[in-house]
């Protein structure tokens, strides 16, 4: 299996993008009528769509694709439904659709969205739609599924071999100031591996994940 990356899209994906679409029709014996074609390639170009892409190999050949977009009827603050996802057929069951569901998941968290809807009455469907964390929506449609967004982890790599809490929210840049981060702390707005911590002199060692201010940083100590 070729290494797959994922990432936000370019304008010259979408050409791509409907191909793959295209062989994942061809695949299941369909062939699309020239209006619906029409019809994907718009929806994949839309200005306010969210479209993340795998690509693979040397020259970054597009295999997959995850569609993002605001719910009908009008923008829902934080909430991002997926449109679509398509994995090339060479590439299914390797991980893929999962990498794809995880970076829209990721870009959307971004863009301001902190809830994934998904609408589908296929069973495969929701079955992976639960496998990357989506949950039958209680108050909505039968076939809604919907997933509270975490932050995207972003790495701090360590000069020395251990970090006082304060000073690594310094050093990430999610406070300025010594007094900021003492604040912080104070309100319980700090978490290390889930658990609320007010200590400014926690010392931590490599591995731990940090979120404050809806941003999530992971320890990384320096090689060996």
Same mark, same amino acid.
């Given at each position: ?6 990432? &936000? ?47 693979? @190999?040397?020259? @970054? +050949?597009?295999? @997959? $694709? ?11 603050? @934080? ?14 069951? +390797? #991980?893929? #659709? ?29 079955? $992976? ?5 989506? *949950?039958?929506? &209680? ?8 997933? *509270? ?5 972003? *790495? &701090? ?45 926690? +010392? ?5 994940? &940090? ?11 320096? +090689?060996?």
């Amino acid at each position: 299996m070729p290494v797959v990356e994922t990432r &936000v899209a370019r304008g010259d994906d979408v050409a791509a993008a409907l191909e793959v679409w295209r062989a994942s029709l061809a695949a299941a014996g369909a062939r699309p009528s020239a209006g619906r074609t029409a019809e994907v390639a718009s929806r994949l170009g839309a200005r306010d769509a969210l479209l993340v892409v795998a690509v693979a @190999g040397q020259a @970054g +050949q597009l295999q @997959g $694709f995850a569609l993002g977009g605001w719910v009908p009827g009008g923008y829902v603050p @934080g909430l991002l439904r997926l449109v679509d996802l398509v994995v090339h057929p060479d590439l299914r069951r +390797q #991980g893929v #659709g999962s990498s794809l569901a995880e970076a829209l998941a990721d870009a959307g968290w971004t863009r301001g969205a902190r809830r994934l809807v998904a609408t589908t009455g296929d069973p495969s469907a929701r079955a $992976f739609l639960s496998a990357c964390g989506l *949950e039958p929506d &209680v108050v909505g449609s039968a076939d809604e599924l919907v997933g *509270e967004l975490e932050a995207p982890v972003r *790495e &701090v790599l360590l000069r020395e071999a251990g970090v006082r809490l304060g000073q690594l929210l310094k050093l990430a840049g999610l406070v300025e100031t010594g007094a900021e981060a003492k604040a912080l702390l104070a309100a319980g707005s700090v978490l290390v591996d889930g658990d609320v911590e007010v200590r400014r002199g926690r +010392q931590l060692r490599g591995g731990e994940v &940090v979120v404050a201010r809806d941003e999530a940083v992971r320890v990384v100590l320096p +090689q060996e």
